[in-house]
């Protein structure tokens, strides 16, 4: 069984420890199973002259079980020796905290892409070291950064766009947004296997992930939104949303840019049905929350992923769902 799944951020990084653990599971009941994770690198920036991907670096860390778990990215035990020399630098951004052992990381990737190597090759190069036991995909090799269009604090402070990484980490999403954009989105492709996996797939699964900036950004990248709407496998997303809330982060804030409810039924819309052109067959929601999206199936479930077994039991619900055998 293959199975593709759609993923960002700190979200999908514990959803992808569900997944592995499924696929485990039904490797050892005699049914072998692969699964590709696809992931969001609109997050990514350069900070003193080191390239970071934030969601590829929370997957990797997450299923090589080094990730600080209290703080939900970064290396557990780290140390900020270095963080702290730069301060007193008063080298910027002084806003984005690196740990000595995360930067450990950015210097090989970032040595890596200099002399020429593609972000995908490098991914596979980091996963060589940490063996996540998921085949991790970049959507794309090409710089594809999510800017935010805002203004503010005050009102004096004119319209600009900054990124993402600012807006997020540095304002905690407090400036007022009007708009989402991926620079370089126009010159982007899918990154080597990202098509492939998807067509190929059995199942192809929507993390629970920023609907906007992580799903839609990966989605966006040239042939890959097409490639889900058009594979023959069954595609289900799992709600990000409970109990009109995201789980994590603030999810919320940018869903209210594009005008979509911090609702389970408002994503699960905002997705929409394969039938009707959008994305969607199966839609799980959180126990006691509602959804109706023409089109799809919809079923109630608990989703919080408070361990990974308890993560790979929402995952066969999703393949059950969809008329899968589990």
Not at 54 to 75: C, F, H, K, Q
Not at 157 to 176: K, M, S, T
Not at 197 to 222: E, F, Y
């Amino acid at each position: 069984m293959r199975i593709t799944v759609l993923a960002g951020g700190i979200g999908g990084a514990k959803f992808l420890t569900g997944v592995r653990a499924f696929a485990e599971q039904r490797g050892q009941d005699g049914d072998p199973s692969e699964v590709t994770a696809i992931v969001n690198t609109g997050d990514d920036v350069t900070m003193h002259g080191l390239r970071i991907t934030p969601d590829l670096d929370s997957v990797l860390y997450t299923l090589a079980g080094v990730i600080d778990t209290e703080r939900g990215w970064g290396r557990a035990g780290e140390s900020w020796r270095i963080k702290q020399a730069l301060a007193e630098y008063g080298a910027e951004p002084s806003w984005f905290g690196l740990g000595d052992l995360d930067i450990a990381t950015h210097l090989v990737r970032t040595q890596m892409l200099d002399a020429g190597y593609r972000l995908s090759d490098v991914t596979a190069a980091l996963s060589q070291r940490w063996q996540p036991g998921v085949r991790l995909l970049p959507m794309t090799d090409e710089r594809c950064e999510t800017h935010v269009v805002v203004s503010g604090p005050g009102p004096e402070d004119p319209r600009r766009a900054i990124h993402f990484q600012e807006w997020w980490v540095r304002y905690r999403a407090g400036l007022a947004a009007e708009a989402f954009v991926q620079v370089g989105l126009d010159q982007a492709k899918p990154a080597p296997g990202v098509i492939e996996a998807i067509a190929g797939a059995d199942l192809v699964l929507v993390a629970p992930s920023n609907p906007v900036v992580s799903i839609g950004t990966i989605l966006a990248v040239d042939g890959i939104g097409e490639a889900v709407r058009t594979t023959s496998a069954p595609v289900v997303g799992l709600s990000p949303i409970v109990g009109g809330a995201p789980v994590r982060g603030m999810a919320d804030r940018c869903l209210a840019v594009i005008g979509v409810p911090t609702t389970a039924e408002g994503v699960g819309l905002h997705y929409g049905s394969r039938r009707d052109g959008g994305l969607l067959d199966g839609w799980l929601v959180h126990s006691g929350d509602s959804a109706v999206v023409p089109g799809v199936s919809v079923r109630q479930r608990p989703l919080l992923m408070t361990s990974a077994e308890v993560t790979a039991e929402m995952v066969a619900d999703a393949a059950g769902l969809v008329g899968i055998s589990t």
